[in-house]
């Protein structure tokens, strides 16, 4: 017995297929002989494929020649079965003519050896063929793992976000709707919306550089602080602080240890629920869409630059009165910027027309509109960049 063969390749699944009785005998005899103590046995194709729908294995030496179901069924069977991923196999057969051998790896076979066997030849390709497979499997562990936590980073990251849009009462009579759509399992945008103590309405939107989990941390990160400095900072006659202080203060703050130079784009907004004075700052993003009774103009101004990458970059406060039943629509650039298979972009004429749209007088139509358009438009494509939106509507 070698003494040098693995723990766990001792007690790995073998499966041997063959329907000469001596030939079955001489293979598992040296298999045991070699340390292999888990080894089964098929006499056909049509028992080996019966077999392998019930237990798994980790390798199979199987014969080309046999009655009723061959070798290459057996290995077709696999194929679609989706089995030849994870499941080595050696093709030991009498036949030495090349198409045989050029044909069973073309069905997945691992490695194809002549009858009768060399014994060393066959111990060399048994422990690679079972390397290969313990490696494949810790990948897939590996993946499966990952998978998990970038799951439940995924569920972090989307609880981080209001999904609560509560009606509009008398005190904020406002109807809110919004949604987030990353590209990957997690993505980079942003939204959020809040009341100060002040009863001001703060919303705000935000594309950070990159995708994935960085992306996903700079968001987390930047919306934490701009939550924070909304609440904390305040004007001298005590009055809330401007637009414009806090996204200065927000990027101060993430200007610090950022070494990787990443940023986003932001757009802030507070409002008077009751009076319709929008307070709003832009840094570096889309500018977004008042829209009402079929007029769609754009809240441009008060511009300054992406916030992570100037300590000292300056801001400045805009202002104006969003009117009874107008809608304000904000998005980040994935909307636009979504592909159709040819390569061509939703564009911001496309979204215009839709929000010229006088029917869709509830912000959660709106979205669901703009949603469902972008899904028509892409036509199954691959999404490559993170969807954001949400609509504010004053009643």
């Known amino acids: 017995m070698d003494q040098t063969i693995p723990t766990e390749e001792k007690t790995s699944r073998i499966l041997v297929v063959d329907d000469n009785d001596d030939n079955r005998y001489t293979l598992t005899l040296y298999l045991e002989l070699e340390g292999y103590t888990?080894?089964?046995?098929?006499?056909?194709?049509?028992e080996a494929i019966a077999v392998l729908k019930k237990t798994p294995f980790d390798l199979v030496l199987?014969?080309?020649?046999?009655?009723?179901?061959?070798?290459?069924?057996?290995?077709?069977?696999?194929?679609?079965?989706?089995?030849?991923?994870?499941?080595?196999?050696?093709?030991?057969?009498?036949?030495?003519?090349?198409?045989?051998?050029v044909r069973c790896i073309e069905l997945g076979a691992l490695d194809y050896l002549m009858k009768p066997f060399n014994p060393v030849l066959l111990k060399a390709r048994i422990a690679s063929s079972l390397e290969r497979k313990r490696l494949r499997d810790e990948i897939n562990a590996h993946l499966a793992r990952l998978k998990e936590e970038l799951d439940a980073a995924r569920k972090l990251q989307l609880g981080?976000?209001?999904?609560?849009?509560?009606?509009?009462?008398?005190?904020?009579?406002?109807?809110?709707?919004?949604?987030?759509?990353p590209a990957r399992e997690v993505g980079g945008d942003l939204y959020d919306f809040f009341s100060c103590a002040d009863g001001t309405f703060c919303f705000v939107i935000g594309d950070v550089s990159g995708k994935g989990m960085p992306a996903a941390l700079f968001m987390a990160r930047t919306r934490s602080l701009i939550r924070l400095a909304a609440e904390l900072t305040h004007a001298a006659d005590g009055a809330g602080a401007a637009a414009a202080d806090i996204v200065r203060l927000v990027n101060r703050e993430l200007c610090q240890n950022n070494d990787d130079m990443m940023f986003v784009t932001l757009f802030l907004g507070m409002l008077q629920p009751n009076t319709g004075e929008l307070r709003?700052?832009?840094?570096?993003?889309?500018?977004?869409?008042?829209?009402?009774?079929?007029?769609?103009?754009?809240?441009?101004?008060?511009?300054?630059?992406?916030?992570?990458?100037?300590?000292?970059?300056?801001y400045v406060t805009g202002q104006m009165t969003v009117p009874p039943g107008a809608m304000i629509y904000l998005y980040t650039d994935g909307v636009t910027e979504a592909a159709n298979p040819a390569d061509d972009l939703f564009s911001e004429e496309r979204l215009i027309s839709i929000l010229r749209d006088t029917t869709l007088v509830r912000s959660s139509e709106l979205v669901n509109a703009v949603t469902a358009a972008i899904q028509t438009f892409v036509h199954g494509a691959e999404q490559s960049d993170d969807i954001t939106m949400m609509a504010i509507r004053r009643s």
């Open 280 to 314: 709003f700052c832009n840094a570096g993003h889309n500018p977004p869409y008042l829209c009402n009774a079929g007029m769609v103009e754009a809240i441009d101004g008060a511009k300054g630059v992406v916030l992570g990458v100037d300590a000292g970059g300056s």
């Open 38 to 46: 888990n080894v089964e046995v098929a006499h056909d194709g049509e």
């Open 160 to 181: 981080m976000v209001p999904h609560d849009f509560p009606l509009p009462t008398a005190e904020r009579p406002l109807d809110v709707f919004a949604m987030m759509a």
């Open 62 to 101: 199987l014969d080309v020649m046999m009655p009723r179901v061959d070798g290459y069924q057996v290995l077709s069977w696999m194929k679609s079965a989706n089995l030849l991923n994870d499941l080595p196999v050696i093709m030991i057969s009498a036949l030495n003519e090349i198409d045989s051998i």
